[in-house]
């Protein structure tokens, strides 16, 4: 073998193993849910679950609730509608609706009843047990509980930078709405600003 040649294949050998560990590997922390982080200052979990408790203890704490109760007698029974996403970002607004519907049952103040998603899976078990279920197990149809409000909205974000400053400003609104008479009964929301500060790398 060549002199060169055999040089050459012993320098691959013995530098394989150094371009090998040289690469990057995938690491992955598990975090608490509940911590706060921010890494991208775009709506995050932490938002999601502070504005929903936020606007829940503004809702249950407005007079409308005890009007209600005065009235009928009862708790009011609320649907958590849809809401939109406005803004230019990737925010699930499942996530955010799910929040709210939480915070709301914790509460203790008013029921909720399933999104229409949701419903449509009962209904079609309902279905199924008409044909498949024993007569003292079957579960009846026109039984659900209807709701009296309908709660929805939208969030929207702003965005202002100068440089490698920035800032979001993320506005959420919602409305409650009673369903048989479509008056207002309640509106209102949560904002958030964030400043962001980029570094700048040479």
């Not at 690491?27 to 509940?34: H, K, M």
């Not at 921010?38 to 502070?50: E, K, R, V």
Request: some cysteine; hydrophobic content about 35%; charged content about 30%.
């Amino acid at each position: 073998m060549p002199p060169v040649r055999a040089l050459l294949i012993a320098a691959l050998a013995v530098g394989s193993p150094l371009v090998l560990g040289g690469c990057g590997g995938t690491t992955v922390n598990r975090t608490d849910t509940n911590a706060q982080r921010d890494l991208s200052g775009n709506w995050n979990a932490t938002d999601s679950q502070q504005v929903a408790a936020g606007i829940i203890a503004d809702i249950t704490a407005d007079p409308w609730v005890d009007k209600f109760r005065e009235k009928f007698n009862r708790d009011p029974v609320i649907k958590v509608g849809s809401v939109k996403n406005r803004s230019n970002e990737d925010i699930s607004t499942n996530i955010f609706t799910n929040d709210i519907r939480k915070a709301l049952r914790k509460t203790g103040k008013v029921e909720v009843v399933a999104s229409s998603g949701e419903n449509q899976q009962s209904r079609e078990e309902r279905k199924d047990q008409d044909v498949q279920a024993s007569a003292d197990t079957r579960k009846e149809s026109f039984q659900e509980t209807g709701a009296d409000f309908l709660l929805q909205g939208a969030i929207e974000v702003q965005h202002d930078q100068d440089g490698s400053e920035k800032q979001k400003f993320y506005a959420v609104d919602l409305e409650l709405t009673d369903i048989k008479s479509q008056k207002l009964v309640w509106e209102g929301g949560k904002k958030i600003a964030k400043d962001i500060n980029r570094s700048k790398y040479k």
